[in-house]
């Protein structure tokens, strides 16, 4: 009579999940583990399902993770006792084995303690001997046939979403416009760097020309270059993912991701890929990259700079009135309109001895425009013997000093020094 193969470990590819856990000081000896096999020797009718019992005795209150190991290389979920006072508490599992294509196996299992502290209990040995087991006769000695099944290997699949800028200039920063999210739709943990150091998965964001990315980390370099890592496009910083599980990485984890500066206009595409080390087994190497198409143009700026800047009038040199008024002309010599700014003063001129100025609000000014303010200077209160004492005053005209304007062009917002004697009526 043929019997029907049943071979259902309680454990076997059982998923295990890391905690990171503070551990206090403890020492062995408070804890104490002990587990047996029923029946420990099974001859007869098969499948055969053993009992393991035990129990965890603990020296003092708290709570205690353990989990069972077998022979076969099983590991089970780590489970929690919480203990209200020194004692014990009982513990079971069970293993049903045997059967035509395993007829006979000599094992173990035992209990492993993982926190507070580490070790592990003395195995309980058991043996399955199926009836009718199938001998062959080598020599004068009579062997039993056993044969084993290995469980299937579960494994993490890790999978990766971007969401990138749909347009963007050379050298422009995108980082704050990029997040990568990664998803674990595999049946075992993955292990990120904060746990397993290097040897966690990481994310890499690269521009590149096509969607075909090659395999290992990409290079930064600040020339573009086929599948080019952008600059701080490396996510290292990563958590564990559990089967199922998933996590936002935003702004690539404050790196800049700054498209290269001597990219031609054209279509590419900002790419992510996780696992690029290859550091984590997965059961789908195939689906580790995700693309997004991204339109890399030169676009019109403004640029604001000072067109002249001179000595309007004097005043009266008397509190609470303006002693010098100066006269600004700003040009927009960019492509495009400066925006208005109505909420901080985009021109100021101050003396460089000391803060002592003025400034004033601009509006909209059109490409190629200019736009002339006065600017007064009041009675210095708070000193007045610095309008007299310390002339002539080095004067400068600024404009967005704050770099609240984004222009072409940053370096062209001042204007030269001129000189100014103390104010008429103060000397």
């Not at 856990?21 to 104490?32: D, K, R, S, Y």
């Not at 190991?69 to 049903?96: C, H, K, M, Y």
């Not at 600040?222 to 890592?229: A, G």
């Not at 909209?364 to 200019?370: K, M, R």
Request: aromatic share 6%; glycine share 10%; charged share 20%.
């Amino acid at each position: 009579m043929k019997r029907k193969l049943i071979n259902t470990p309680a454990l076997a590819g059982a998923a295990l999940v890391a905690l990171s856990l503070g551990t206090p000081n403890v020492h062995a000896q408070e804890f104490h583990a002990a587990l047996r096999a029923s029946p420990a020797a099974h001859n007869g009718q098969c499948p055969a399902k053993i009992t393991f019992s035990g129990r965890i005795r603990a020296d003092r209150a708290g709570r205690v993770q353990y989990r069972f190991i077998r022979s076969d290389g099983a590991v089970a979920p780590i489970q929690t006792l919480n203990f209200e006072r020194p004692g014990s508490q009982s513990i079971s599992t069970t293993w049903t084995l045997g059967g035509d294509r395993l007829p006979g196996y000599d094992g173990w299992q035992a209990v492993e303690i993982v926190y507070p502290t580490a070790m592990v209990s003395d195995r309980a040995a058991f043996s399955v001997r199926c009836a009718d087991t199938p001998r062959t006769t080598v020599g004068s000695k009579v062997k039993e046939v056993v044969r084993m099944t290995v469980p299937r290997r579960k494994l993490p699949d890790l999978k990766v979403k971007l969401n990138a800028p749909r347009s963007a200039e050379p050298g422009d920063t995108i980082g704050n416009a990029i997040t990568a999210r990664a998803f674990n739709v595999g049946e075992a943990g993955a292990a990120g760097t904060a746990s397993a150091g290097s040897n966690g998965y990481m994310i890499d964001v690269v521009l590149s020309k096509d969607t075909n990315v090659v395999d290992g980390f990409a290079a930064y370099a600040p020339n573009y270059s086929d599948d080019v890592l952008l600059q701080g496009g490396r996510v290292s910083n990563t958590v564990d993912l559990a089967p199922g599980a998933s996590h936002a990485y935003p702004n690539l984890q404050g790196g800049n991701g700054t498209i290269p500066a001597d990219t031609s206009p054209g279509s590419y595409y900002v790419c992510a890929r996780i696992d690029p080390g290859k550091k984590t087994a997965e059961s789908n190497e195939s689906n580790n990259v995700d693309c997004q198409r991204i339109k890399i143009a030169k676009q019109g700026k403004p640029d604001l700079m000072v067109r002249s800047f001179g000595l309007k009038r004097w005043g009266s040199c008397a509190p609470n009135n303006a002693v010098i008024t100066f006269q600004v002309t700003v040009a927009n010599v960019g492509t495009v309109a400066s925006p208005a700014v109505t909420d901080y003063a985009l021109v100021q001129v101050m003396d460089q001895h000391r803060n002592w100025g003025n400034g004033v609000m601009l509006g909209v000014i059109a490409p190629g425009a200019t736009r002339t303010v006065e600017i007064p200077v009041y009675y210095l209160r708070e000193d007045p013997a610095h309008m007299t004492g310390a002339a002539p005053h080095p004067f400068m005209a600024k404009v967005d000093p704050g770099n609240r304007v984004d222009e072409s062009n940053e370096g062209n917002n001042q204007s030269a020094t001129i000189n100014v004697g103390a104010p008429a009526g103060c000397r």
